[in-house]
């Protein structure tokens, strides 16, 4: 999608401080961290939110999780992580690319705001 910005930072037309990256995704540290460790993964294919994704996608979200798994090891998460998606105005998205918001290092609360 020409006009979205997740779309650019996985074409690599805007720059991201990059983790992760294979043929099918992105993880990136988030701009504005809400945690010491905050990082977002994005499919490279643009799907507006996880309200489109449907039973096809399976193997998409597998690969996500998995890697989230990776990545927290690598990163010594060892406390635990949120992984969050927020899903149209009232869940809080701002950028109309389906992400997951990796968030660790700190106590988390429940419920979230
Ligand atoms: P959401 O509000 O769930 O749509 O999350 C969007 C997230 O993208 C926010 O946490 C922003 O801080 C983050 N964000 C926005 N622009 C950038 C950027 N250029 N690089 C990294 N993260 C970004
Ligand atoms: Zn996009």
Same mark, same amino acid.
């Given at each position: 999608m020409t006009d979205c910005l997740f779309c650019k930072i996985a074409a690599g037309e805007i720059p991201s401080n990059k983790l992760y990256e294979d043929d099918t995704l992105l993880a990136f540290y988030d701009?504005? =961290? $809400?945690? =010491?460790v905050h990082f977002l993964v994005i499919p490279k $294919?643009?799907?507006?939110? &996880? &309200?489109?994704?449907?039973?096809?996608d399976a193997a998409l979200l597998g690969h996500v999780y998995a890697v989230i798994a990776r990545l927290t090891q690598q990163l010594g998460c060892a406390g635990g992580y949120r992984v969050v998606t927020n899903v149209g105005e009232d869940g809080g998205q701002s950028v109309k690319h389906l992400h997951f918001h990796v968030l660790a290092k700190r106590s988390l609360a429940w419920p979230p705001g």
């Open positions: 701009i504005d =961290p $809400q945690a =010491p $294919q643009h799907i507006e939110s &996880a &309200a489109s994704l449907t039973e096809k």
